[in-house]
């Protein structure tokens, strides 16, 4: 695929839940949402528009996040 969106696979029903999810969890408004997905894919996209590519990124860009900040129970203790 050569970057168009005609012919890319839509995003799954799970990936879009598991982004809304994400999106609470960072206490992200949509609009918030919305604008962290374009900083991470390059293009402005609503969440129910992702291809199951650009999900999947968005997905692992958020997963690295929660797992660098917490310790796996919300309480990311840092030593300061």
């Known amino acids: 695929t050569n970057g168009q969106n005609g012919n890319a696979e839509a995003a799954t ?3 879009v839940q598991f982004l809304l ?3 609470k969890r ?3 408004s949509t609009p918030q949402l919305e604008n962290r ?3 991470i894919i390059g293009r ?3 969440v129910y528009d992702l291809t199951k590519k650009e999900a999947g990124l968005v997905l692992d860009h958020f997963t690295k996040e929660t797992n ?3 310790n ?3 309480n990311g203790r840092q030593g300061r």
């Open 13 to 15: 029903n799970k990936q």
């Open 21 to 23: 999810t994400m999106g």
């Open 26 to 28: 960072f206490k992200l």
């Open 37 to 39: 997905i374009a900083e």
């Open 44 to 46: 402005r996209c609503g």
């Open 68 to 70: 660098g900040t917490s």
């Open 72 to 74: 796996g129970n919300g």
